[in-house]
């Protein structure tokens, strides 16, 4: 299972963090980051989410 981001399409618009604060976070360039990828059901949310479907989660 895995729970990856491209940073090429993410737009740091936030959403991510703000549904999964223990999964995603914010770098320092403004692009999400996975930082547990314990919580495959909330990232799935967060995928569905993203203005820019940035979020792949793979069971
Ligand atoms: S919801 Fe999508 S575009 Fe917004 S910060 Fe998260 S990965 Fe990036």
Redesign the pocket.
Known sequence: MSIN?NKDK????????EICPNT?K?SNEG??EVINKNDLNCAMK?SD????E??MVNE
Do not use: D, E, M, Y
Request: proline share 5%; charged share 10%; with cysteine.
């Open positions: 981001i993410c737009i740091g618009c936030g959403r991510c963090t995603f914010l692009k999400s967060a989410q993203c203005p820019v940035a979020i």
